[in-house]
């Protein structure tokens, strides 16, 4: 199965302060259709998972643009530009090229 | 708007089965895959399956192969996933989704 490593595991940071999340896969994510399913959620506190980015760098509809995600092949990032308070929770990369599709472990985005 | 409608949270007997259902609204239920997710307290998300709502075609994580069953009613919209012979371990929270939504999860507990 493919593995995603994400870092840090956690991630403290100040209102406005700009973060990014890496995630590492254990093989390429380009599919052999040309895609690369590399996506990003965030799940906030009881609640369930929303979808931010999709394909890479896609922002989903309703997302604000200060969220954007690179990368290709097998490192990925996410990077909010100005974090806000609605945005703590966790947040997870999550491959849909290779079946069993996978998560990464998680990334908890704390107020410092 | 979209919206992905789980059952109530359930508790069962150790050896049991049950039916968990995921109602879609919204958008054409036949456009797309419904996919369902684990989630384990506290821990992160791991991919069960997906099924095509208009073929009826499946596509199984190994892992739950002789755990889950996925079904679709697409006379009501419904998507069903059927958790058998439960133990402890499948004591977690159960997420159905489509590629840009999800449900609001439905918790399972597994006591007897």
């Known amino acids: 199965d493919v593995v995603l490593t994400q870092t840090p595991p956690t991630l403290s940071a100040t209102i406005g302060q700009s973060v990014s999340i890496s995630c590492r896969s254990s093989?390429?994510?380009?599919?052999?259709?040309?895609?690369?399913?590399l996506h990003w959620l965030l799940q906030r506190p009881g609640q369930s998972p929303q979808l931010l980015i999709y394909?890479?760098?896609r922002l989903e509809s309703g997302v604000p643009n200060r969220f954007s995600g690179s990368g290709s092949g097998t490192d990925f990032t996410l990077k909010i530009s100005g974090v806000e308070a609605e945005d703590l929770g966790v947040y997870y990369c999550?491959?849909?090229?290779?079946?069993?599709?996978?998560f990464g472990a998680g990334t908890k985005l704390e107020l410092k | 708007q979209v919206n992905l409608l789980q059952s109530g949270a359930a508790l069962v007997k150790p050896g049991a089965s049950v039916k968990l259902s995921c109602k879609a609204s919204g958008y054409t239920f036949t456009d797309y895959y419904i996919h369902w997710v684990k989630q384990s307290h506290g821990k992160s998300l791991e991919w069960i399956g997906y099924i095509n709502p208009n073929s009826g075609y499946t596509n199984y994580n190994e892992k739950f192969k002789s755990k889950a069953t996925l079904t679709v009613d697409k006379s009501t919209n419904t998507a069903y996933m059927e958790l058998s012979r439960l133990t402890s371990e499948d004591s977690a929270t159960y997420y159905c989704?489509?590629?840009?939504?999800w449900g609001q999860g439905v918790m399972v507990t597994v006591s007897s």
């Open positions: 999550v491959q849909g090229t290779h079946a069993p599709y996978t």
């Open positions: 093989q390429s994510l380009l599919h052999s259709n040309g895609n690369t399913y």
């Open positions: 394909l890479v760098s």
């Open positions: 989704q489509q590629p840009h939504y």
